[in-house]
């Protein structure tokens, strides 16, 4: 069956914890050429006007630790949830259920 009894929309969670990862790891880092590039909306003098835009947005530190906090969060969620659609679609008895559930956990 592979799950699904939640639609597979536990994929959006994951989802959600991936791109505050993201931009986590982004923080007041330089864009690269090819993310600047990717951005295609302003042409080269723009970023001679403002040259801030060549650097992704800094989140003060406190917001940074939150936003890692959250993260912890979302990821134990998305794991939760998989393992919950696991279980009541059938792929999981209750005693792999509890072994699948921490070995997940175990690996954030």
């Given at each position: 069956?592979?799950?699904?009894?939640?639609?597979?929309?536990?994929?959006h969670i994951q989802q959600i914890?991936?791109?505050?990862?993201?931009?986590?790891?982004?923080?007041?880092?330089?864009?690269?050429?090819?993310?600047?590039?990717?951005?295609?909306?302003?042409?080269?003098?723009?970023?001679?006007?403002?040259?801030?835009?060549?650097?992704?947005?800094?989140?003060?530190?406190?917001?940074?630790?939150?936003?890692?906090?959250?993260?912890?969060?979302?990821?134990?969620?998305?794991?939760?949830?998989?393992?919950?659609?696991?279980?009541?679609?059938?792929?999981?008895?209750?005693?792999?259920?509890?072994?699948?559930?921490?070995?997940?956990?175990?690996?954030?």
């Amino acid at each position: 069956m592979s799950g699904g009894y939640f639609d597979y929309k536990q994929w959006h969670i994951q989802q959600i914890a991936e791109d505050v990862e993201t931009i986590i790891e982004k923080n007041g880092r330089k864009k690269t050429n090819e993310e600047i590039k990717n951005e295609g909306r302003y042409d080269p003098d723009w970023y001679k006007k403002y040259p801030e835009d060549l650097y992704h947005y800094q989140y003060p530190d406190e917001v940074i630790e939150k936003f890692k906090e959250g993260l912890v969060i979302l990821k134990e969620a998305a794991i939760y949830a998989q393992r919950i659609d696991w279980l009541l679609s059938g792929d999981d008895g209750e005693e792999s259920f509890h072994r699948r559930l921490k070995e997940d956990l175990d690996k954030i």
